[in-house]
């Protein structure tokens, strides 16, 4: 616009949040082809092998995405990591290697994940129970459960089904392209959809929101069962990636806390209302370039643990350090 | 109906509505007709927010009856006053800063084809409305809320209540943080939504909006009607309506020529990002108000002075001795206290006791491990006989304040600086919230420090309060001091001098 | 004045029954509960084994409560205890008299960790949530490079004696474990500098309203660091004392942030703070230790705990939003 009295009542400049999950991505990158670079190790630079880092991150991934709805309508969800675990499981037990009960076993995870996030919405938004609260109690009761249940890999998955981790479409990984599919559809949601402004308005002021006539309860239930739903679908790609579930898988990936720091270093922010899918996928390939260049650099897995810890606390401190407002 | 045999759009009959400690509304009606600003005007805390958000169905009445269009109505949910076609422009504003002019416009009812959101259409339809008040060319319906000033939010809210096609709209107070051009084209856009039928609520404590823009006024005064005018009155009836009372015995008396002392703070040159130019003096024994409209830089002042948003240049002597403050600790340390204007965001620790919140700064200025019950400055029985001077009232002062009223609460914060005895005590906006009649505790509290000996800086956007309880007035606009009054300058003089202007119609 | 008339409204119907936490009777019933179903628990084996067991835990919400009424979560505590168990094995490496100095390294290490909590939170703005859930995850892996994956050894009796030894032939009850004396040490100290000090008043303000504590002169900074420490210190204590009863591994801390967060919950600690009570969390240890031996009694399987922990995280939650909704507070 160039209406010279526009200029005056907008102050529109750079928008550092917009920006950062770039500036970000490119250094870490760069630190990658640097380390690469200087330890002689060129293989690494090739394009299979930069998918292939990604592949190894397609089920965080598809956890982030679910929780970008959790956090923009300013909740979060801890119990995606035990569900992933459950879903792995029960999708494996009911496969049980026969290709003919893929579809019962999808359908039945996909349902315990719909189930899992209506509780952690009705109980987040009827009962007004700390969302944080809420759905680490969920993770203890799932956790529970499927502990009572198994106690090692279970079932097993019928080949047709680890196409779903294993497959190829035209050179790529099928998988990578299904992330692909999920984050445009969330992207859609989201951007264009009377669904995906209401997520952002609840986020960003729930009393406005509710003024104006927006179901915020409902708003807030939807997202919730979105983020299930999809930590489910993780759950059945590392099944298929596995060929098998078992009850720790969740918990070893560090999904629940993963997915947040993912979501947080992509830009959006936890107080709810700001930030989008596209920053989630800077975020996760930010996560996976970090995994590598520990890779690379040969750094062993204890310490690669350390610095994970110390790496998310930094990612959010790096969007926190310069606000004004005291945190507890 | 009423005598002209015109339906009014809103009616309100005999609204009552209490909360603990104190009576907001008593048998309160009126009525807007299509067409007409009713303007409501009353000193703060006379009960005209609590009459709006009963309006609007945030509060439920007590007693008494809404009709709209002649058929009684009950709101429960402010969602039902919005399809009633009643929209509330509230002082804070209810947008979503991280969102677009537009989407704030159609919050709730996006326009949607087959599901996905029809942004073309939703930025047509935003600029028309804009184009309705001429705000098209000021403000882009694709501009982040957050980036626009608070004069084009508040265009932004007006034009979210016309999209709605709004019957009754409501405006609290909107000439608050406006300019003096900002004032007129807001005035234009009431003067359009008049023509086009629409009924305006608008509140105000400013005669010069109600001579400019009422049809009809009503006066509040302590949650009852004090006067309804079916013209627009004089000025001075109105002021009568809304005041009532023998001002000699509500204020306490002025500061006499020896009960003001030494020079006690001098400012020179102070400034930050949010003021500049400051130049003052403040003596022991007076009370020394600042006037200025909202954002004028008088809050930011005090914190400058606080310690909690320091001055970047400039030079502050305390006593004689030059001081720079980086945070409130060390400005307290040093003799200054503060009384915090938003109450309950700044001031108390509402789920603490009466007596916990009266000794939070003594404590905090003892040793950590030392008992909490008695320091330097306080112990328990002394608290509790400070409490009881200033009678506050609490069934017992281990009782949570947040179960007194706002006179009560105001007092046991007053209460936590006596017994620090600082040299200067900043009030911001002490009567804010607080029941007209214990407002006079208040202004007699305020003298007694000073004739203690302490300095007094009284920030207060209620403008007969500052020419009642202040010795000195200095008027603050854009970040300076531009004027200074002794006691008797009048509400015009100093609004003059608030707004820049060089005459007012009133 | 027009506060006059109604400020009976203020004042409560009469000076009722002082208020009792409801988590004394909730534990009193559970108490109840297992007699009925082992009356040998009032034997002093009995009811003292059961306090031996739940002196960690109790400590460890005690600690916790100081972190939950300044306005935040210590999610860091479970791995603590870890690397006290695993730090302090590796340390003495089966030198009985290393335990006299390698207790207070590890109270170092404590204080070490609840401040750099602390720091983070107050000077990078950090969520404590994520703060120290980072502390865990960093933690986990510090644990597992010291030890290499795998500990090894025991850790020497004079480490021990605080969680296993009971002490004998004493009249009346007979034994006294040494974990109940810790228990009741510093539990006294951490209610004493809860509710009769400057610092306690002052965690409690922090975590009402920051913002008012300082523009009222409180050292907001120091005293939500020294939170953060206090919760360390009482987990590196808890560390010591599971190190006396709980072989050495990587996952003995495992779950325990979240058992104190529920024990001091239950206790009636307000989450974000502004409301807590060390007696009432240690009470709510207690009942949680109860429910758990009674899930034992019922001879259900280990992982039930965790179902019905969960679900007792939740309904306390839930309850205690629908009493303030209820009563306006």
């Not at chain 2, 915090?340 to 404590?363: C, F, H, I, W, Y």
Request: proline residues 4%; glycine residues 10%.
């Amino acid at each position: 616009m160039s209406d010279p009295a526009m200029t005056t009542a907008s102050k529109t400049g750079f928008r550092f949040e917009v920006w950062a999950p770039a500036i970000l991505l490119l250094a870490a990158l760069m630190i990658y082809v640097i380390i690469a670079v200087s330890t002689g190790q060129t293989q690494y630079l090739t394009a299979s092998n930069l998918i292939s880092i990604l592949g190894r991150s397609i089920a965080l991934g598809i956890t982030a995405i679910g929780q970008t709805f959790a956090i923009l309508v300013a909740s979060i969800d801890l119990s995606v990591a035990s569900l992933i675990s459950a879903t792995a499981v029960l999708a494996s037990v009911i496969m049980n290697g026969d290709p003919a009960m893929i579809l019962p076993a999808i359908l039945a995870a996909l349902a315990l994940g719909g189930l899992v996030g209506l509780l952690n919405g009705l109980v987040i938004a009827k009962l007004e129970v700390n969302p944080l609260i809420a759905t680490l109690g969920m993770s203890l009761i799932i956790q529970g459960c499927l502990s009572a249940v198994v106690s090692n890999f279970a079932g097993s998955v019928p080949v047709e089904f680890q196409l779903f981790a294993y497959g190829e479409i035209g050179g790529l990984p099928a998988s990578l392209i299904f992330l692909l599919v999920l984050a445009i559809a969330a992207w859609v949601v989201l951007r264009f959809t009377k669904f995906g402004s209401d997520i952002y308005s609840v986020g960003g002021n729930k009393d406005a929101a509710r003024f104006a006539g927006i179901q915020t309860d409902r708003v807030v239930v939807y997202a919730h069962i979105i983020c299930s739903v999809l930590a489910a679908i993780a759950g059945l790609y590392l099944a298929s990636r596995l060929r098998s579930g078992a009850p720790w898988i969740g918990s070893d990936g560090v999904y629940d806390l993963e997915s947040i720091a993912v979501v947080v270093i992509g830009g959006t922010v936890l107080a709810g209302g700001r930030g989008g899918i596209w920053g989630t996928m800077a975020g996760m390939m930010i996560f996976s370039l970090i995994d590598s260049i520990f890779n690379v650099a040969g750094v062993d897995a204890f310490a690669k643990q350390v610095m994970r810890g110390v790496i998310i606390v930094a990612a959010v401190a790096f969007y926190a350090v310069r606000s004004k407002r005291m945190v507890a | 109906m009423n005598k002209n045999g015109v339906t009014p759009v809103i009616e309100m009959r005999g609204i009552s509505k209490s909360f603990p400690g104190v009576r907001a509304l008593n048998d309160v009606s009126f009525a807007v007709e299509p067409g007409e600003v009713h303007a409501l005007v009353g000193e703060n805390g006379a009960g005209k927010s609590t009459l709006i958000k009963i309006l609007s169905g945030v509060y439920q009445p007590d007693a008494g009856q809404i009709l709209l269009n002649g058929a009684t109505k009950s709101f429960t949910h402010p969602v039902q006053s919005l399809k009633g076609g009643i929209s509330v422009i509230y002082q804070e504003f209810s947008l979503l800063p991280e969102r677009t002019v537009a989407q704030n416009i159609f919050l709730g009812r996006e326009p949607t084809r087959r599901g996905i959101i029809d942004y073309a259409a939703m930025r047509a339809e935003t600029r028309r409305v804009l184009d309705l008040f001429g705000a098209g060319t000021r403000v882009d319906p694709n501009a982040i809320v957050a980036d626009l000033d608070v004069a084009t939010q508040q265009m932004v809210e007006i034009a979210k209540a016309i999209s709605l096609n709004a019957k009754v709209v409501v405006m609290d107070e909107p000439t608050a943080a406006l300019n003096e051009a900002e004032c007129e084209v807001l005035f234009e856009t009431v003067d359009r939504l008049r023509e086009r039928g629409t009924a305006i609520i608008y509140i105000t404590h400013r005669m010069r909006e109600v001579t400019r823009l009422a049809n009809r006024v009503t006066v509040l005064k302590d949650g009852e009607v004090a006067a309804q005018f079916d013209h627009v009155p004089k000025p001075g009836d109105i002021v009568r309506a809304m005041v009532g009372r023998d001002i000699a015995d509500f204020y306490a008396p002025f500061a006499t020529e020896n009960e003001i002392g030494a020079k006690v703070l001098s400012v020179r040159n102070g400034q930050n990002d949010r003021v500049s130019n400051i130049n003052f003096d403040l003596s022991a024994g007076e009370i020394l108000g600042f006037a200025g409209i909202q954002g004028a830089g008088r809050v930011a002042l005090a914190m400058a002075l606080f310690g909690e948003h320091p001055f970047t240049s400039g030079k502050v002597r305390l006593n004689g001795k030059t001081v720079a403050f980086t945070n409130p600790r060390d400005a307290i340390q040093a003799g200054i206290g503060l009384l915090p204007g938003d109450r309950k965001g700044e001031g108390l620790v509402l789920m603490q006791s009466v007596r916990d919140n009266g000794m939070l700064t003594a404590r905090a200025f003892d040793t950590l491990l030392s008992s909490h019950k008695a320091n330097q400055y306080a112990d328990l029985a002394s608290m509790d006989s400070l409490l009881d001077a200033m009678e506050v009232k609490a069934s017992s002062y281990d009782q949570d304040i947040g179960n007194l009223s706002g006179g009560n609460q105001q007092k046991a914060i007053v209460a936590r600086w006596l017994a620090l005895k600082p040299k200067v005590l900043i009030f911001i906006e002490p009567t804010r919230g607080i029941d007209v009649n214990a407002k006079a505790g208040i202004y007699h509290l305020m003298r007694d420090l000073a004739r203690g000996g302490a300095a007094v800086m009284m920030i207060s956007s209620d403008l007969p309060e500052v020419i009642g309880a202040a010795d000195r007035i200095l008027v603050m606009r854009a970040g300076t001091i531009v004027d200074e009054f002794t006691h008797g300058a009048t509400e015009h003089d100093i609004m003059l001098a608030a707004t820049g202007e060089t005459e007012v119609a009133a | 004045m027009t506060d006059q008339p109604l400020s009976s409204a203020e004042a409560p119907k009469k000076r009722a029954l002082p208020h009792i936490n409801p988590v004394y009777f909730l534990l009193a019933a559970l108490i109840a509960a297992i007699l009925l179903q082992n009356p040998n628990f009032a034997e002093p084996t009995g009811y003292m084994n059961f306090l031996k067991r739940a002196a960690p835990l109790a400590i460890l919400a005690a600690g916790q409560v100081y972190v939950l009424v300044s306005g935040g979560f210590d999610l860091s505590v479970g791995s603590l205890i870890t690397l006290v168990v695993v730090g302090s094995s590796m340390l003495t490496n089966n030198d009985p008299s290393a335990t006299l100095w390698v207790i207070p390294v590890m109270l170092c290490i404590g204080l070490a960790v609840g401040l750099i909590n602390g720091l983070v939170v107050c000077f990078l703005k950090v969520p404590s949530l994520i703060a120290t859930l980072g502390m865990m995850i960093t933690l986990t892996g510090v644990s597992f490079m010291w030890s290499g994956g795998s500990p090894r050894g025991y850790l020497p009796d004079t480490f021990r004696f605080f969680g296993r030894v009971n002490i004998m032939d004493i009249p009346v009850i007979r034994m006294l474990p040494v974990a109940l004396i810790v228990l009741i040490v510093v539990g006294f100290a951490l209610y004493w500098l809860m509710h009769r000090t400057n610092f306690g008043r002052m965690v409690h303000a922090i975590g009402d309203n920051p913002q008012a504590a300082r523009l009222g002169g409180v050292p907001v900074n120091r005293v939500r660091i020294l939170a953060f420490v206090v919760s360390s210190l009482s987990a590196v204590v808890t560390g010591i004392l599971l190190g006396g009863f709980a072989g050495v591994s990587t996952d003995v801390g495992n779950g325990y942030e979240l058992q104190a967060i529920t024990a001091a919950v239950l206790g009636g600690a307000q989450l974000l703070g502004g409301r807590g009570s060390v007696p009432a969390a240690i009470a709510g240890a207690l009942s949680l230790q109860a429910i758990f031996t009674l899930l034992n009694f019922l001879g259900l399987p280990q992982p039930v705990r965790q179902v019905v922990q969960g679900l007792i995280l939740i309904i306390a939650v839930a309850l205690a939003m629908y009493r303030r909704k209820r009563t306006g507070r």
